[in-house]
């Protein structure tokens, strides 16, 4: 048997988490078909990996490319950091179904995306964004989690309160035609608009279509700092009675005063799973966490009816007023704001030409520089940037963040928000994978180098169900990255994020070397995965 590609003297990390072993690797037709010594084989391509470690390429479990990849299929950050398959549908957004409201936040966001100006999504469906992402190629393999905020867009708009008895149906009726199409679950996004004014039962309702073809259930909580135990419960409590397994998106205690709250949620997680509760989690190895929008740090009612209908809002200062008492009594706001920590959020980038100067500048810098309290300048920055504003929220701490990436519950995922066409990223975009092994592996030997790939790889393919990926093993498929153990680092700072990873050397995709000796070559050997769903396997 001649083979493709053989991956010579390298050592194994296989993604079980086992020590690493020394083993050639073979590969042919887009999967490995060998493991051990392979003298005796011929290839078409022999690389020398003699020093390097191979292992499979990392999930990112929590990623938000799902409208960047359409718009710059090119885009070379994640696979640059090692990573293969990309999970988006995220925090409640999905990049499908799109019609009604939904369709026009979306197109909203594509206009902000570099390369984005004037494009309109070509697709309703998932199974049509599904082919539109095949007809121009991905980079990376590409699962899709149908987001309840999108979905909700789709048949109320914007409103709160619960839905009517047809809205629900109506609802039900593209979970189940989102999974059928291929979906790998639901995600909701509880502290953004307008998946906050779900009740428990609404998604409960919803999961339990989800649950029917075997997906699972992915939450941004509805509350991540004072009420963060609550949120947890909520999420067990959805997973329970819809019967289905739960996953925690960019697990954390936001949020000075709730530190250390984590050692108690990872027990609780622990608990529910001995109760028959399949619970796991994600973290991205940062302090700061980032949002696309300003206006999730305000009260959840200042959203009802979109985006408009909350600058209108905000410019009436008795709206201003009724915030303020809000803040005072802590009720309903971002931590930031009741603990008045202006220096804790950051604005990275935002739209106008205008307020350009702010960008990288801290909330206090810039009420300074504009001579107005810290409250008003969050109000006055909303209604001028009609709230396209990527903010960094610096509400972490490093102890709490060791501690969840140290629990085996835990996986890893970016939590990337894409880049606007100016301004600043979150770190996170080009560090997240070697910043965990240059960090908790090498330099705090939090996890050893086996643990930490595990957590990459075979942990999130065991979360998706997807069975012929995230190890190295012969008939899985060839997503493979090979990196050297010593160099590798992440070079992104929160000054200077566009900065691609140190040590990455080569990356295959589906048997395709996507990334040759540190370098991206253009291949886009991607392919978008579909659950094979219990449901219609059966029929
Ligand atoms: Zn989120």
Redesign the pocket.
């Known amino acids: 048997m001649k083979l493709d590609i053989i991956l010579s003297g390298g050592l194994v990390v296989d993604g079980t988490g086992n020590p690493w072993f020394k083993a050639d690797v073979g590969v042919k037709d887009g999967r490995i078909v060998k493991v051990g010594k392979l003298k005796g084989f011929k290839a078409e391509k022999v690389i020398d990996v003699r020093g390097l470690v191979v292992a499979p390429g990392f999930i990112d479990m929590h990623s938000h490319s799902d409208l960047t990849l359409w718009v710059n299929p090119k885009i070379d950050n994640k696979i640059r950091q090692g990573v293969t398959t990309e999970v988006v549908g ?2 409640g957004t999905s990049p499908a179904p799109l019609k009604g409201e939904a369709l026009k936040e979306a197109e909203r966001f594509i206009e902000s995306l570099p390369g984005g100006t004037g494009k309109k999504p070509n697709w309703s469906t998932l199974a049509e964004y599904h082919r539109r992402l095949e007809e121009q190629g991905v980079p990376v393999n590409v699962a899709v989690l149908l987001g309840h905020s999108t979905i909700r867009m789709c048949v109320m708009g914007c409103k709160g309160g619960p839905p009517t008895g047809s809205e629900m149906d109506e609802m039900k009726a593209l979970v189940a035609q989102g999974m059928e199409e291929g979906a790998f679950g639901i995600s909701t ?1 509880l502290v953004y608009a307008p998946g906050c004014y779900a009740e428990t039962s609404e998604i409960i309702e919803l999961a339990r279509v989800v649950a029917e073809y075997g997906g699972i259930y992915v939450t ?1 909580m509805r509350n991540e700092g004072n009420h963060l135990y609550d949120a947890l419960r909520e999420a067990i409590k959805i997973g329970k009675c819809a019967g289905l397994p739960v996953h925690i ?2 697990h954390k205690a936001a949020g000075r005063l709730n530190w250390g709250k984590v050692k108690v949620t990872l027990k609780i997680m622990e608990d529910a799973r001995r109760n028959g509760v399949d619970i796991t989690c994600d973290v991205y190895p940062y302090t700061a966490g980032c949002t696309w929008s300003l206006s999730p740090v305000l009260p959840n009612w200042i959203l009802e009816g979109g985006v408009e209908a909350m600058i209108e809002r905000l410019r009436n200062p008795e709206v201003r007023e009724r915030i303020r008492r809000q803040v005072r009594e802590g009720v309903g706001v971002s931590p930031l704001l009741e603990l008045g920590e202006w220096d804790s959020i950051v604005i990275g980038a935002v739209k106008t030409e205008k307020n350009r100067r702010f960008e990288g500048k801290t909330l206090a810098e810039i009420a300074e520089m504009r001579g107005v309290d810290p409250l008003d300048c969050i109000f006055d920055l909303i209604v001028e940037e009609e709230d396209e504003i990527t903010s960094f929220f610096f509400t972490m701490n490093e102890e709490d963040v060791h501690y969840v990436i140290k629990h085996p519950l835990s996986m890893i995922g970016s ?1 990337a928000v894409p880049q606007r066409k100016s301004g600043l990223v979150h770190p996170r975009c080009y560090g997240t994978f070697p910043r965990v092994i240059r960090r908790y592996v090498n330099e705090t030997r939090t996890l050893t180098l086996e643990e930490a790939i595990r957590k990459m790889t075979s942990a999130p393919a065991q979360r998706l169900g997807l069975r012929d990926r995230g190890q190295i093993r012969e008939g899985f498929w060839a997503d493979i990255t090979v990196f050297n153990p010593r160099t590798i680092r992440d070079e992104a700072t929160y000054e200077d994020p566009y900065r691609y990873p140190v040590g990455i050397e080569y990356v295959l995709v589906n048997g395709t070397v996507a990334v040759e000796e540190g370098r991206y070559n253009g291949s886009l050997a991607g392919k978008v995965l579909r659950k094979e769903t219990e449901k219609t396997a059966a029929s």
């Open positions: 995220n925090c996004g941004h998106s960019h939590d």
